[in-house]
């Protein structure tokens, strides 16, 4: 099986690439780890996993640039770390928005002065909110030393707001900090409220905004990599597993230098992932790999599609999360589950929108329908829609990026991306024959519209329709898939035939690692890439058991020094 | 020598948790014969014009102004429309390896380099998130004013934003450094708390807003610190986005510290609106423009830098001309789908760009009602009003619709069309610094190096 996987990743060429569109050349390109760089298909070649957590010499694996807390992550994390707080994140605090790059998971941008400043607003806020429940409000000193405890204080909090212990030098700024608070004329706080503006300075510092759990230390080198400490790695446990900061049971792993081997992860990574935080952990991995960010905004042309409601975008957000959970939580949590799973759920305002009746826990049955999985749900096929009518070219680009990791060039230079005004007398399909017959347009859209055309079962908003303004629809077409050329009548067998491609379950275990490790695999993760794909594949693609694997592979344990990283203790 | 001013206390009518502090200083009022310091605003929309509603005719001094340009018909003799302007770093040099979308191209507005290329790790597929790739012209004006000030300048750049999306790249203008964002200020409140929130009754200093002042201040300076201890050991890449971090950081210490202002300093009043509606748009950008005003008249800024939109314009429409309705890509007609399609003899795209020449008008209005010794604000300050496309249908970066607003004291021989044939809007970029006491041969790429001529 699995060299079937593989004999078409060979002629794939080296990362990146990017295939320039036009002059008959092919279309796609792709990214991520060339199967070429360890010479052997199987992926036996170089190191993927080290099971006593020494890679050793001639181990490769990525760099991992430093990365700050997201929007999600660091509202989870405020939660975790002050379960009392109330703040309503979504209207009275304005966080840094993330950027959403194209082809991959959503990132945290730069810092600048405006970004310094919603970071004070938000650690001010905290505080302020938190009253008489903050951390500091609750210290209670024995002895006469006050600084004394105020040194106690900063050590445990810091340590649960900076995810490790603190060096010494790093105790004694925020002691400095909370003596000049005190004993500053203009300033004279008493000793709770200047513990409480010392907690507001530790959320605006490095320790607590960056992922950057290796403090002050040296880091510990492992032949030519870097291996992640123990408190590193209970954060890019729970950071992947859970958007947020270690509990209690990760530290004391961490604590007692139990993170440091794969095994010891995967124990970890399983524990978490029963934990109700994974679920949404794993909504947000579908949502963002879906591409359904936009969804929560989308508006749809009142005339064409009057049924469209603003509500009916949470019913379809709510159906891909349940039906996702269900799968994902479920005895088969396959690919090919999540893919044409023949049934789904929803609310009484999306039952009522696409004519179904469910059953009392919002269960339908799809058998025998048009619809299956994931991919002809509302939410995919109304963002992967505009606004008056369907866009094959956008749904064909989704199923290429994501579902098969290609990358489609951008258009050549002129181009105006939108298509003339609607011809009522022809389909959409014969309106862009264009795409096809032109030699420019066609190395990129003839595998790009067969691909959304398949959909045009599904109409702008996302509902089920039997012909095109009149016309029959014609949903065929076919796809190179593992090196074979397969055809295909409609969505439903476009659907399963991704569902039963090596190369499409491939892709998704990459888009997995991605989300994982918050970069693109590069050549030097290729061991771990070949791993994780035989190993779905031995598991008979159970992706609770993927998530638990990518733990225990070097790109998640180790990483490449960084150019002009000083790496001497 | 300076003195502290005594203004109203505005910590307990905004009580924002986003209030910054800056204790304004006033400066001795100027002499008998007073040196007005010279000013830049740089403003920037998107989404192109109607060129042949757009460029004047007739001959110098004697303008007829176009159908979009007619509002500003009281200002005309102050305009300078340098028509030929190309924008040459994005036609000739495309970071997007041919692909047209020029609705990007912000970050090459103010550089006049390319885009940076992208992060391999995080962007191997493209141009990503459309990063400049070197430090935009406001920031090094900026720079180069408070390295040659006695009193350095709380804000060097002050950087706003009228709608837009948030996020770094694509809508940004300002740019410290290579991938380096300055982000804009998008909130009228919160800017107006950054610029005017912390001035004091009485003579003596607000106890608590001293205290609340001091106390930010050690908080950064705590947070400069760690920041720096932390990126001893980082690599070069990561090293660089700390760098940038930490001097966010100290510009916000410096901002805290206060600086001076000038006589006759007066913070605007801001309407109760609600400007998150659309329907509100004009009073948003009418707030804006008076706290643009305010500050530099202030002496808390000589260099302004306003995005109108982020070049994509998909989310600014506008009720208020009463263009409504069913968009022709999109359901709503918002500028980016007016500017795709024009529509039948072009009218909503006439009426939008008049629009906002409108504003323009409003924001010269406000410079010149400003006093400073014999004449305005105005006659110290340069606004250059740049659309950075030359349609929005062909996407296309050549001739640009530009206009230069010169007040009497800046060396800028205005009231004229001046006819160019695709020169590298670099060289006006830099004939501007040069304009405002910033010498410089050219800016930006050095393919286009050089200046224009404009007095």
Redesign the interface.
């Known amino acids: 099986m699995l060299s079937r996987t593989w004999s078409w990743l060979v002629r794939i060429p080296f ?2 690439l ?1 295939v ?1 569109a036009g002059g008959g050349a092919a279309c796609t390109g792709y ?1 991520g780890a060339g199967a070429g760089s360890t010479g052997s298909p199987n992926g036996d070649a170089g190191v993927a996993v080290a099971p006593d957590g020494k890679a050793g010499v001639g181990a490769t694996a ?5 990365r700050r807390l997201g929007r999600v992550e660091l509202i989870h994390t405020l939660r975790d770390l002050f379960p009392a707080l109330q703040l309503d994140f979504d209207s009275n605090i ?1 966080l ?9 998971f959503s ?1 945290p ?9 919603r970071f ?2 938000l ?3 905290t505080l ?1 909110s938190l009253g008489t429940n903050a951390p500091s409000s609750r210290v209670a000193c024995a002895g006469s030393d006050l600084t004394d405890c105020a040194r106690t204080f900063v050590s445990t909090f810091g340590k649960r707001a900076f995810r490790r212990p603190l060096d010494r ?2 105790v004694d ?2 002691v ?2 909370y003596t ?2 005190r004993t ?1 004329p ?3 706080y008493g000793f709770q409220e200047a513990l409480g ?1 010392v907690v ?2 530790m959320l ?4 607590f905004l ?1 992922r ?1 759990e290796r ?2 230390a ?2 510990q080198l492992d032949g030519a990599l870097v291996k992640f400490d123990d408190y590193e790695m209970a954060s890019r446990l729970s950071y992947f597993l859970w958007n947020s900061m270690p509990d209690v049971t990760l530290m004391a792993a961490a604590d007692a230098g139990n993170l440091g081997t794969p095994d010891q992860m995967a124990e970890q990574a399983a524990r978490m992932l029963k934990d109700p935080r994974a679920d949404e952990t794993m909504a947000d991995f579908i949502t963002q790999w879906l591409e359904l960010g936009p969804l929560s905004g989308l ?5 064409v599609y009057p049924a469209f409601k603003p509500e009916l975008r949470e019913s379809m957000r709510a159906e891909t999360v349940a039906f996702s959970r269900d799968v994902l939580r479920g005895g088969s949590p396959t690919f090919a589950g999540l893919l044409t799973a023949p049934y789904t759920f929803v609310d009484a305002r999306l039952a009522e929108y696409y004519g179904v009746i469910p059953d009392a826990t919002g269960r339908v049955d799809l058998s025998g329908t048009s619809r299956l999985g994931l991919l002809t749900q509302g939410a995919v096929m109304a963002v992967k829609g ?3 009518r369907t866009s094959p070219v956008r749904r064909g680009k989704f199923i290429l990026n994501r579902m098969l990791c290609s ?1 489609v ?8 991306p ?1 298509l003339p ?1 609607p011809d009522p007398t022809k389909t959409l399909r014969e309106q862009m024959a264009m795409h096809r017959s032109t030699p420019s347009c066609a190395s990129c859209h003839t595998t790009m519209d067969a691909l959304g055309f398949a959909f045009e079962h599904f109409d702008g908003a996302g509902n089920y329709r039997n012909d095109d303004g009149g016309h029959p629809i014609d949903a065929s077409g076919s796809v190179t898939l593992d090196g074979a050329t397969v055809t295909f009548r409609d969505a439903t067998e476009l659907v399963r035939l991704l569902a039963s491609s090596g190369e499409a379950r491939e892709c998704f275990t990459r888009q997995w690692l991605r989300y994982a490790i ?3 695999e ?1 050549p030097a993760d290729a061991p771990a890439v070949h791993y994780l794909a035989s190993s779905y594949e031995g598991s008979g693609s159970h992706t609770r058991d993927l998530i638990v694997q990518i733990t225990r592979t070097l790109p998640f344990s180790h990483r490449a ?7 001497t203790p | 020598m300076m003195r502290r001013i005594s203004r109203r206390s505005l910590l307990a009518a905004t009580g924002a948790s986003g209030l910054l502090l800056p204790l304004l200083t006033e400066e001795l009022a100027f002499g008998a014969d007073p040196v007005f310091p010279k000013r830049i605003i740089f403003v920037v929309t998107g989404n192109g014009t109607i060129e042949n509603s757009f460029w004047p005719t007739g001959t110098d001094g004697n303008l007829t102004l176009g159908e979009i340009t007619s509002p500003l018909e009281a200002h005309k003799a102050k305009l300078l429309f340098p028509k030929g302007i190309d924008m040459r770093v994005w036609s000739e040099d495309n970071p997007f390896g041919g692909n047209g979308d020029a609705h990007h191209n912000f970050g090459a507005v103010l550089t006049a380099t390319k885009l940076a290329t992208g992060d391999p790790p995080h962007d191997p597929g493209g141009p990503g998130l459309a990063l400049a790739s070197s430090i935009s012209i406001d920031q090094h004006i900026g720079r180069t004013f408070n390295a040659t000030a006695q009193t350095p300048l709380p804000f060097p750049v002050l950087s706003a934003r009228a709608w837009g999306r948030d996020g770094t790249g694509y809508a940004t203008l300002s740019w410290t450094g290579n991938r380096a964002p300055f982000s804009a200020e998008s909130d009228p409140r919160r800017l107006f708390s950054s610029l005017f929130g912390g001035v004091m009754t009485g003579t003596t200093p607000d106890p608590a807003v001293v205290r609340l002042l001091k106390t930010r201040q050690s908080v950064l300076d705590y947070v400069g610190t760690s920041l720096e201890r932390q990126s001893m050991r980082l690599g070069t890449e990561d090293r660089r986005k700390i760098q940038i971090h930490l001097d966010a950081v100290r510009n916000i210490e410096r901002q805290l510290q206060g600086g001076a202002v000038t006589t006759g300093c007066k913070p605007p009043t801001l309407a109760a609106t609600d400007f998150k509606l659309m329907a509100n748009f004009p009073a948003l950008v009418d707030a804006e423009m008076d706290l643009i005003t305010a500050a530099l008249a202030c002496g808390l800024t000589r260099v302004a830098t306003y995005a109108i939109g982020d070049g994509e314009d998909y989310n600014i429409y506008f009720p208020w001309l009463g263009i409504g309705g069913k968009g022709i890509e999109f359901p709503t007609r918002h500028k980016h789908d007016i500017a795709h399609r024009p529509g039948v003899n072009n009218v909503d795209k006439i009426a939008t760009e008049k629009w906002f020449m409108t504003m323009f008008a409003r924001l010269l209005d406000k410079l010149s009602g400003v006093p400073e010794g014999s004449g305005t604000l105005l006659d110290n300050t340069v606004v250059l009003w740049l659309n950075s496309l030359n349609s929005g249908f062909g996407h296309s970066v050549l001739k640009m619709p530009i206009i230069v607003a010169a007040g009497a004291n800046m060396g800028i021989r205005t009231g004229r069309l001046m006819e160019l044939r695709n020169e590298a809007h670099n060289k006006l970029l830099a004939s501007l610094a040069n304009a405002v006491g910033v010498p410089m041969t050219g800016w930006g790429d050095p393919r286009f190096t050089g200046t224009l001529n404009l007095a």
């Open positions: 990362w990146p990017v320039a990214i990525g760099p991992t640039p430093l304005e840094p928005a993330d950027n959403d790059i194209q082809l991959a990132l941008g730069i810092v600048s002065d405006l970004e310094v400043k004070m607003d650690a001010e806020a302020a030098v790093e700024d925020l400095a900090l000049k608070l500053d203009q300033m004279n503006i507001q300075a605006q510092s490095p320790g960056y950057w403090g002050l040296p880091p508006i749809k042309d009142a005339a505009n606004s008056y990358v060039p951008p258009p050549p230079p002129n181009v105006v939108e005004p918050d970069r693109f590069q020094p960084a150019d002009g990283e000083v790496l």
